[in-house]
C-alpha cells in the first residue's frame, strides 16, 4: 500500500537529507508528482508553474513522453557498459560529434560527466594537465569570480564566490582566488570613464600579473551568473577577458552549465558577444534533466595535448558513468526536440517578454534596485531595503523566502537569494499567458511582503 502524504513527509524528516539540508526549510516539503509543460502538480493535486525548470534544467518542458521512450528503448538494448579507454556505444560517440557541431566552432572534443561540479571539476583537472604537457607544471591556480556557483566538490566549493558555501567545510582548497564580477548594479572601483566591463576585466589582469602567470592554469566564469544572482555582464567584459586570458597564457573555462542548450536563446552564451573558451564545462539542459548528464568541450590544442603525451603520462580521469549510453541517448532525444521546435526562438522570445514584463511591473517600485534579463529565459529581480545605498534588507526579515511562499500560495515555483533577488528561468516552452502570470504572481506577491 502506497504511504500518505503525512507518512511520507513524516520518512522524509526521519530518512532524507536534502541539498542545502536545514530542518527548518523542510517542516512541510511540498511533493511533486507530475509534470507536463510548465507546470507540476503536487501530491495534493495542485498545479503549479514551474518559474525555474525545476532547478534551471528541464528546457524541454515536463513530461515528454519521447524521452522516456529513448531511454526506455536504449535501456532494452544495452543500459551501461563501461566507457573506458578501448570500449565505446553509439550514444556517446553519436552525441559527441553532435554536440561539436553544435558548440562553439573551436571545441573538438568531450569528455561525459554525470552533473556540473564534476564537469568544472574536470576542467580544473584538465587544466593543470595541459600546462604540465607545455612544460609549465606551476600553472595550477584558478581565477575565479565572487556571486560564482561551480558546485559541491571540494575544488567546485572552492571555486564558487559565496561564503556561505564555504563556511562549515572549510579550509578551502588553495589556488583558488577570487575577483569581483562583471555587475553593474554594484561593482565597486571602476576608474573614471572606465565601464563595469573594463574595470572587471582590468581585475582579472591585475590577478593575474599578482598571482604571477606562470602560476595560474585557468579562469573561470559562467557567461551570466545563475544561483549567485543572475547578474548579467557588460557587452564588452568577456571580449575584454577573452583576450586578457590570450595574452597571458590562462585558458577561460566557460561554465555554461545554467546557460547552454538554447537558455538564453542561443545554444552557448558566450555566443552573445562572439567569444569562444579553451574549456566549456555543461550539464542540466543537455538533458532537460530526465537523467544525470553533464560533461566538458576542450577546443583542438588541449585535445592534441591528450593525444599526445606518453602512455604513462596519460590523461588519468576517470568515471564510471562517463558516456553513459542510456543517459546519452536521452540528450539525443532532447537535442532532437531542442532542434525541431526551435527552442531557442521562443526561449528569446518569451524572455524579452518576461524582462518587459518585469520592468512594466517593477520599474518604479520604491524597494527596486535591479532587474536583470533580456537574454533568453534567465531573469532576475533584486530588491533593496533602501534604493539609495543599495543596502539589502537584513536577513532576519526574511523578504525573499517570504516572497517565495507567497508566490507558492499563488501557484507559482521558482527560488530566491536570501533576501536579496528574486530568479525566473521557465522552461524553453513557456507561452505568453504563463510568462504574464508569472510577472503578476511576483508583483502580487512582492505587495503581500512589502506592502507596496
Ligand atoms: C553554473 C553552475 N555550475 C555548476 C553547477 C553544479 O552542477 P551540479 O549541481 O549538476 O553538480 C551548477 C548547479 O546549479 C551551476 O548552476
Not at 40 to 55: C, E, F, K, P, R
Not at 99 to 121: C, H, K, P, R
Not at 369 to 376: A, C, E, L, P, V
Not at 438 to 448: F, N, Q
Amino acid at each position: 500500500m502506497s504511504l500518505t502524504a503525512a507518512e511520507l513527509i513524516k520518512a522524509d524528516h526521519e530518512h532524507l537529507i536534502h541539498p542545502l539540508h536545514h530542518p527548518s526549510d523542510n517542516a512541510e516539503p511540498i511533493i511533486y508528482v507530475r509534470g507536463r509543460g510548465a507546470t507540476v502538480t503536487d501530491i495534493a493535486g495542485h498545479d503549479y508553474l514551474d518559474g525555474l525548470s525545476g532547478l534551471w534544467n528541464v528546457n524541454v518542458g515536463h513530461g515528454r513522453k519521447e524521452l522516456a521512450k529513448a531511454a526506455s528503448a536504449q535501456m532494452e538494448e544495452l543500459a551501461y557498459f563501461s566507457g573506458y579507454v578501448g570500449s565505446s556505444s553509439i550514444p556517446a560517440i553519436t552525441l559527441a560529434e553532435r554536440l561539436i557541431g553544435l558548440a562553439y566552432d573551436n571545441m573538438q572534443a568531450v569528455f561525459f560527466t554525470s552533473g556540473g561540479a564534476e564537469s568544472n571539476e574536470s576542467a580544473f583537472k584538465t587544466a593543470r594537465f595541459y600546462w604540465k604537457t607545455r612544460g609549465k607544471p606551476d600553472k595550477v591556480k584558478i581565477i575565479a569570480r565572487q556571486n560564482a556557483y561551480h558546485g559541491l566538490t571540494l575544488q567546485t566549493m572552492s571555486a564558487t564566490g559565496m561564503g556561505a558555501y564555504w563556511k562549515m567545510f572549510e579550509p578551502r582548497m588553495p589556488g583558488f582566488v577570487h575577483i569581483q564580477t562583471c555587475y553593474p548594479y554594484r561593482f565597486q572601483g571602476a576608474r573614471p570613464g572606465e565601464t563595469v566591463g573594463q574595470a572587471a576585466a582590468r581585475e582579472l589582469e591585475e590577478a593575474i600579473l599578482r598571482e604571477g602567470p606562470d602560476t595560474v592554469a585557468a579562469f573561470i566564469a559562467e557567461p551570466i551568473h545563475g544561483g549567485g544572482g543572475v547578474i548579467y555582464p557588460t557587452d564588452d567584459y568577456f571580449p575584454l577577458v577573452r583576450q586578457i586570458c590570450s595574452k597571458h597564457g590562462v585558458l577561460f573555462i566557460a561554465d555554461e552549465v545554467i546557460t547552454g542548450f538554447c537558455r538564453t536563446g542561443t545554444w552557448f552564451a558566450l555566443s552573445h558577444w562572439n567569444v569562444q573558451p579553451d574549456i566549456m564545462s555543461f550539464a542540466k539542459g543537455v538533458t532537460s534533466g530526465y537523467l544525470p548528464l553533464g560533461g566538458i568541450m576542450v577546443n583542438r590544442d588541449i585535445k592534441d595535448a591528450i593525444d599526445s603525451v606518453k602512455p604513462e603520462d596519460r590523461w588519468m580521469h576517470a568515471y564510471t558513468y562517463s558516456g553513459h549510453p542510456t543517459c546519452c541517448a536521452v540528450a539525443l532525444a532532447n537535442l532532437d526536440i531542442m532542434q525541431r521546435e526551435r527552442l531557442w526562438e521562443n526561449a528569446a522570445r518569451m524572455g524579452r517578454r518576461l524582462h518587459e514584463g518585469l520592468q512594466a511591473a517593477f520599474g518604479d517600485h520604491p524597494h527596486l534596485g535591479d532587474i536583470r534579463g533580456g537574454k533568453g529565459l534567465l531573469a532576475a529581480l533584486e530588491l533593496v531595503e533602501d534604493r539609495g545605498t543599495k543596502a539589502f534588507f537584513p536577513g532576519e526579515k526574511k523578504v525573499g523566502p517570504r516572497i517565495q511562499a507567497e508566490m507558492v500560495k499563488r501557484g507559482v515555483i521558482t527560488r530566491v537569494k536570501a533576501s536579496e533577488a528574486v530568479f525566473f528561468a521557465p522552461p524553453l516552452v513557456v507561452t505568453a499567458e504563463e510568462i504574464d502570470r508569472l510577472v503578476s504572481v511576483t508583483r502580487d506577491a512582492v505587495k503581500a511582503v512589502l506592502g507596496r
